[in-house]
């Protein structure tokens, strides 16, 4: 199966299945002497891992990681990082049922469709659970940006309620099981959430990620744009249906004078007044702020009855069983800061090739 290498000068490509014996990557690319352990990776691990509230999945994964190549003596060696993180905790009896049925919204049907063969055990290679090492890897590309370059993520909305912005705390994030700026919202979003969980149902979020520090000059103008390219790795993260930049499509109703990024000079420096752009201009980024945002749908495994068929083509209605996340959206901040790391580092390396520096 293609397509399970992403990057270009820094690459990983990700192998495994949600209930097989174990998942892992391969992370090329990396320059050597980056000082790197297992614990550097995993608490960046530990902050996506499922079972951590009853608002996600109580499927119980440590995620721990192992190093098994790349790494010698507490640095890299410039060759192949190979990471590898256990399943401990399946349960594929709770997805018998489903073997032979299309759960909606899911990929059951254009997956079979496609290769004429299925592993309906969680979803198999299609499972939110391939996440966990792109969060790995993303570790990686952080040692390679550097300590200079932050990137942090937000849940702002979940359903209909957004955070509201004149609030906006990034402490606040470590306060609740939400990843929600916004502590006011974050008790709304408590009570609403628990509604949803009881009723078997699912919600969807949006989820916003600020990349700090990034200097001037990453991205190319045409086909390799930072902008196309962060697009591309927020949209490879299972379940996002929507992707923004800056102010995305709240630009199309700004006139001409109120989306331009006026500039000006302060201490023999270009200063932008405002970031409409996100922190990119023709693909290359400014020294501006980052900002993407993506749209998560609602979780598509749920306890509500809803009607499908079946791989013999005989309408049925089904109910999927096992653990999930009421809102998936909530364990996907970690992830997109992840894959934005890896664009970012990808990016630096070819700058660096290209234009020295």
């Known amino acids: 199966m293609a397509g399970n290498t992403f990057g270009h000068l820094f690459r990983f490509t990700s192998w495994g299945e949600s209930h097989g014996p174990a998942i892992g990557c391969v992370v090329d690319g990396a320059p050597p002497r980056l000082p790197i352990s297992e614990a550097d990776i995993q608490v960046w691990l530990d902050k996506r891992r499922p079972g951590t509230s009853r608002f996600v999945t109580q499927r119980q994964e440590p995620d721990t990681v192992k190093i098994l190549s790349g790494v010698f003596e507490g640095v890299t060696t410039g060759t192949p990082i190979s ?9 594929s009896r709770d997805y018998g049922e489903v073997k032979d049925q ?20 969680g979803g198999g290679r299609q ?13 990686i590309a952080r040692k390679v940006l550097g300590d200079g370059v932050s990137i942090r993520g937000a849940v702002v909305q979940i359903g209909p309620h957004k955070v509201d912005r004149d609030r906006w705390d990034w402490e606040a994030i470590a306060d609740n099981p939400f990843w929600c700026p916004d502590r006011q919202a974050a008790q709304r979003w408590e009570g609403y959430l628990d509604e949803v969980r009881k009723a078997g149902s699912s919600v969807g979020a949006v989820i916003e990620v600020t990349a ?35 102010d995305g499509f709240a630009a199309a109703a700004l006139s001409g004078e109120q989306n331009a990024d006026e500039m ?21 980024s400014t020294g501006q702020d980052i900002v993407a945002r993506m749209a998560v ?15 013999f083509g005989k309408e049925v209605e089904l109910r999927t069983k096992g653990r999930h996340d009421p809102c998936v959206g909530l364990r996907a901040a970690p992830v997109a800061e992840a894959m934005i790391a890896c664009v970012l580092a990808d990016h630096l390396l070819r700058h660096r090739a290209q234009c020295g520096g």
């Open 102 to 121: 299309f759960r909606p919204g899911h990929a059951d049907y254009t997956y079979l469709a496609k290769y004429g063969v299925r592993d309906y055990r």
């Open 212 to 246: 700090s520090g990034v200097p001037v000059g990453l991205g190319a103008p045409i086909y390799d744009k930072l902008d196309s390219d962060i697009a591309r790795a927020l949209m490879s993260i299972n379940a996002v249906k929507g992707v923004e930049i800056g």
């Open 83 to 91: 990471m590898l993180i256990e399943n401990v905790d399946q349960r």
């Open 127 to 139: 499972s939110a659970r391939e996440t966990a090492v792109r969060v790995a890897a993303g570790a």
């Open 264 to 284: 000006r000079m302060a201490d023999g420096k270009a200063v932008f007044l405002s970031n409409h752009a996100g922190g990119i201009l023709g693909g290359i």
């Open 297 to 311: 749908k609602p979780t598509s495994s749920i306890l509500t009855p809803v009607r499908s068929i079946d791989r």
